[in-house]
């Protein structure tokens, strides 16, 4: 077994039995190679190995740290982030970055089926976040006219589907779903904690009512290596 092999064992055998769990930060490159008594070239080969294994990643300019189990995240008719995330034994967050109520641009419109005389919508941004992790950054457009007072409800609860309820729509369902792969530009890289370049997945949904109404235009980019999505029928 090479030098390189051994420390890549070492290393691995301290991921599996938790000494560094996922999310962790592994000791700096100077300290594993002060620690195996090898050179820095030896010890990134190593590093190397198992980033190639899927069980790292390297964050430029902060480290390197255990990768993740991916989230898996279904894509049915009924998609709910919450209801997801806890019945996968995670806990759910998500963090605004901006709401506001402007005219719709033309994607909007067409998706919404907006007349042109009513074009406002309420648009909201933000992070989700699976056990304080960030997994996708979204964006969400509804149609202003039928729901005028959706704001205060996104701002009072961390739901959209409360929001909605609290709207007085009890119930939607996703109508369709395209989806992209891409390459995380700066922005995005920096919400998602990824490096520039990294892959992530756009999903560019519409939602409507149960009389085909449409409710929701959402797109997400998810952060390609800690999502895995399945899609379902429900």
């Known amino acids: 077994m090479r030098i390189w092999e051994s420390i890549a064992e070492a290393l691995r055998d301290a991921i599996h039995s938790g000494h560094y769990p996922a999310g962790a930060k592994l000791p700096t490159e100077t300290e594993l190679a002060t620690r195996f008594g090898v050179n820095r070239h030896t010890l990134r080969r190593a590093i190397a190995g198992l980033r190639e294994e899927g069980l790292v990643y390297s964050r430029r300019g902060a480290g390197v740290f255990v990768q993740h189990r991916p989230t898996e995240y ?8 919450n209801r997801n995330l806890l019945a996968a034994g995670q806990t759910p967050t998500r963090k605004l970055l901006l709401m506001e109520t402007r005219n719709a641009d033309r994607a909007e419109r067409d998706a919404l089926q907006l007349d042109q005389s009513t074009p406002r919508a309420h648009a909201l941004e933000g992070l989700s976040l699976a056990d304080g992790e960030p997994i996708a950054l979204f964006r969400s457009v ?10 205060g409800h996104l701002a009072k609860h961390h739901s959209v589907t409360e929001a909605l309820r609290a709207s007085g729509l009890n119930d939607y369902v996703r109508d369709s779903t395209r989806l992209t792969a891409k390459i995380a530009s700066p922005t995005q890289a920096s919400h998602l904690q990824l490096n520039a370049g990294a892959p992530i997945l756009r999903a560019v949904s519409v939602n409507v009512d149960l009389g ?21 029928e429900d």
Not at 142 to 151: D, G, N
Not at 212 to 227: H, Q
């Open 142 to 151: 509804f149609p202003a006219q039928r729901f005028p007072a959706l704001p």
């Open 74 to 81: 279904p894509l049915g008719k009924r998609v709910r982030f």
């Open 212 to 232: 085909g109404n449409p409710v929701e235009y959402g797109r997400t980019w998810f952060a390609g290596e800690r999502v895995s999505l399945v899609v379902g």
